[in-house]
């Protein structure tokens, strides 16, 4: 069975940092494209990033909007890909899913930014 | 960037209607996919590559498209159908989703 858990979410200040985590099971993590997606309060999704496999060296897309606050990362010796979120604003108030190349996706984390 | 736009953004359906429901692109793409998310849970892949229903996903259930208009059609409204369908383009980056239709029963 195909499983993904995001952990790491919570409430967080303005301009501080968080490190959400997905740890996956039941596919082939190595040579999967991962990627991070958010669903806002108002439930717009929101692509994030994407991370390719080691064939494809690993080669990293953002969204313009988070790149150089967000760092999408992966462990294939742990089957897990992270999301490191730098210098964090109230509109990244989210939930927070990972996907296995948008076929399957994790249930989610929240994350809150707020004073 | 490709923006998606969805129609109509909330429509209610009787038991057994037939339903439509429509994503625009402000560019071309090569292929659609569908998502249905029900309230609480996460997204669920529905239909990929334009046409192709995922796993366990009811034949009722159509998706049809080229170019810039695609649709997800519903050939007989059940009251499990209710949920939100986004729609997604994977023909360039950044990826984008539509803003939804909220499908109610009457």
């Known amino acids: 069975e195909v499983q993904l858990v995001e952990t790491g979410g919570g409430l967080v200040q303005p301009g501080n940092s968080l490190k959400l985590s997905c740890a996956t099971s039941?596919?082939?993590?190595?040579?999967?494209?991962m990627n991070w997606i958010r669903q806002t309060p108002g439930k717009r999704l929101e692509w994030l990033a994407q991370?390719?496999?080691?064939?494809?060296?690993?080669?990293?897309s953002y969204l313009e909007s988070v790149k150089g606050r967000f760092t999408i990362s992966r462990d294939d010796s742990k089957s897990s890909v992270y999301l490191q979120m730098n210098n964090l604003k109230e509109e990244d108030t989210a939930i927070y899913y990972c996907?296995?190349?948008?076929?399957?996706w994790g249930q989610g984390v929240m994350v809150t930014v707020s004073s | 960037e490709i923006v998606l736009t969805q129609s109509p953004t909330t429509m209610a359906a009787s038991p057994g209607e037939k339903v439509t429901l429509n994503c625009l692109a402000s560019?071309?793409?090569?292929?659609m996919n569908w998502y249905q998310q029900k309230s609480g849970a996460s997204p669920k892949l529905w239909i990929y590559?334009?046409?192709n229903l995922a796993s366990g996903v009811p034949n009722r259930f159509s998706g049809s498209g080229s170019g810039t208009s695609y649709s997800l059609t519903i050939s007989s409204m059940e009251a499990e159908d209710v949920a939100t369908y986004y729609c997604?383009?994977?023909?360039?980056?950044?990826?984008?989703f539509g803003s939804g239709t909220k499908l109610e029963i009457k």
């Open positions: 996907t296995w190349e948008s076929v399957r």
């Open positions: 039941g596919f082939t993590f190595s040579t999967a494209w």
């Open positions: 991370i390719e496999d080691k064939s494809n060296n690993y080669f990293i």
């Open positions: 560019s071309s793409v090569s292929y």
């Open positions: 590559g334009t046409s």
């Open positions: 997604l383009q994977l023909s360039s980056y950044p990826l984008t």
